[in-house]
Nanobody, 117 residues
Framework: QVQLVESGGGLVQAGGSLRLSCAAS????????MTWYRQAPGKQRELVARITKGRSTNYADSVQGRFTISRDNARNAVYLQMNDLKPEDTAVYYC???????????WGQGTQVTVSS
């Protein structure tokens, strides 16, 4: 079955960097769109960055210019490089895989990112 496993979260000071990884299994990775979402306490889950199977990318305005999404189809992995982190970036970050042929998209378990001021 499909499995998405995030890693790379942690505690970092404001201005620091983290690189999140999401390892996928059980899917034909090269044909799915991959998205990073985040959810802060008391807030709705929001899209952070997306990379399509064709490697088109889009970002939330709040992270544009600071975060970079990339994918390695040979490793079945997607990454989120986060630079110049701010306390408002604190959230649980989730990896999501979407394909038009699925009834629902697939989610990982999430990884916590905490940015201290």
């Amino acid at each position: 079955q499909v499995q998405l496993v995030e890693s790379g979260g942690g505690l970092v000071q404001a201005g620091g960097s983290l690189r999140l990884s999401c390892a996928a299994s059980g899917i034909a990775f090269s044909i799915v769109d991959m998205t990073w979402y985040r959810q802060a306490p008391g807030k709705q889950r929001e899209l952070v960055a997306r990379i399509t199977k064709g490697r088109s990318t889009n970002y939330a305005d709040s992270v544009q210019g600071r975060f970079t999404i990339s994918r390695d189809n040979a490793r079945n992995a997607v990454y989120l490089q986060m630079n110049d982190l701010k306390p408002e970036d604190t959230a649980v970050y989730y990896c999501n895989a979407a394909y038009w042929g699925w009834a629902t998209s697939k989610w990982g378990q999430g990884t916590q990112v905490t940015v201290s001021s």
